[in-house]
Structures are given as C-alpha cells and as structure tokens.
C-alpha cells in the first residue's frame, strides 16, 4: 500500500515559467517531507524539505507548501531551467519509528523545454 | 569525494548465485540504510542499521542480509538471486537524531539472468 503518492508521471514546462508538481500522502504520523531530484544513472539528490510543524519552505527558486489537513505538498520551481529537467520525488518520514526511513513516491519526471 | 559510494555499479549474475554490494559513507552519519528501486521505479525501504543495530526490517526475503562491519559501511547480501530481484538498489545515510535529508549513493542495478 503506498503511503506518498504522486499522480502525474511527467510534467512539461516551458523555460521561465513555474514547475509545480505535486504529491499527496495518507499516513498521519508523517512528520517531515522531502523533495529529491534524481538524473538518469545517479542517486537521488536531495533538493528541499518541510516539518510538518510549517506550511512553507523557500530556497531559491524551491519552495515547498505543506497543506496538512489536505495531506498535500506542492514544489514549486519558479523560474523553471533546463537543468531542472528531472525525475522528482516526493518522500515523507514517519516521526515514530526512531529512524529516518523514508517512503517515496513514484515520481515525476519534469522536462524543461528551452 | 563522494559522501555515499556503493560498488559495483552494474551487477549481472545468474540465477541462484550468491553476491554482495557495498556500501561506505563518509559523512559521519549514524545511521544507514539500503532502498531498492523496481522497475516500476518504486522506491522502498529495505532495511536501516543505526550504529550497527537493525532498527526496522521490512518484509523482504530472508535471502537479503546487510551487513555492517562499523559504522562507515553498510554492506547488503544477497543469496540464491532470483529474476525477480532485478533492480536497482540504493544505499543511503543519514543523522537520525535530527531533522535531516539522507544523502544517497549513486545505485547499483542488479540484473539476474
């Protein structure tokens, strides 16, 4: 059963414009989120992340909203590069296991066009 | 330098053999762990090692074992492959007293023929 899902395989974005994508999760005791960006042949990469005690987290051209009654959280890339082009994956850890495990959605996959 | 390297890159083997994958983080990280990433690209938790104690074992074979000979070094071992273990498996690390991103290695995809 899949606990952080991410419904839009792919998305495409014209360069300068906003890249939202999207994820929404079913467990509850989820305390913290994640956003990893991932290349082709590469480990994923860690890009942004949210307590879940916050609704918003801004780095750069990254921000992530947290909209926890929904369980949603949106990543928002403002303005969208080339090399933004990407495999994006959501993930959330469940506070109480006393380890940071980490359950990812499927991705998706962002293509930039120049 | 890398933070989380894992080796080989690309593993094919056969069925029924035995093989192991390595892994070592240089971050200073207490705790460790191996994903596996299958060919509908879902990537799931296998298991996590927090200073050389297993912390959470999901439901995955008995076949699949990691060891950690310290806490540097996350090694997973696999015996009698089967087809269905084809995939891609990542190491990770991470401080798990704190909020904080786990830095994960480049992968190793593993195919059995």
């Known amino acids: 059963d899949q606990q952080v899902k991410q419904n839009s395989p792919s998305l495409s974005v014209q360069e300068g414009r906003i890249s939202i994508l999207n994820c929404d999760y079913t467990?509850?005791?989820?305390?913290?989120f994640l956003w990893y960006k991932k290349y082709p042949a590469e480990g994923p990469t860690f890009l942004i992340s949210i307590s879940s005690i916050k609704d918003k987290n801004e780095d750069g051209r990254f921000t992530v909203f947290l909209n926890k009654s929904a369980k949603h959280l949106s990543l928002h890339i403002v303005p969208s590069q080339p090399g933004d082009s990407a495999v994006y994956f959501c993930a959330a850890r469940e506070g109480q296991t006393g380890a940071n495990n980490l359950f990812f959605g499927t991705g998706t996959r962002l293509t930039v066009i120049p | 330098d890398t933070a989380v390297s894992q080796t080989p890159k690309y593993l094919v083997t056969q069925m029924g053999n035995d093989k192991s994958i390595k892994c070592e983080q240089n971050l200073g990280h207490d705790t460790m762990y191996w994903y596996k990433q299958d060919s509908k690209k879902f990537l799931k938790i296998m298991f996590s090692?927090?200073?050389?104690?297993?912390?959470i074992n999901e439901t995955v074979p008995n076949r699949f074992s990691p060891k950690s000979p310290d806490k540097a070094h996350l090694n997973l071992h696999i015996n009698s492959l089967e087809l269905g273990d084809s995939a891609v498996y990542f190491c990770a690390s991470s401080q798990v007293s704190r909020d904080t991103e786990a830095f994960f290695g480049q992968g190793t995809r593993l195919t059995v023929v």
């Open positions: 467990n509850s005791m989820f305390d913290y």
């Open positions: 090692y927090n200073n050389k104690e297993l912390i």
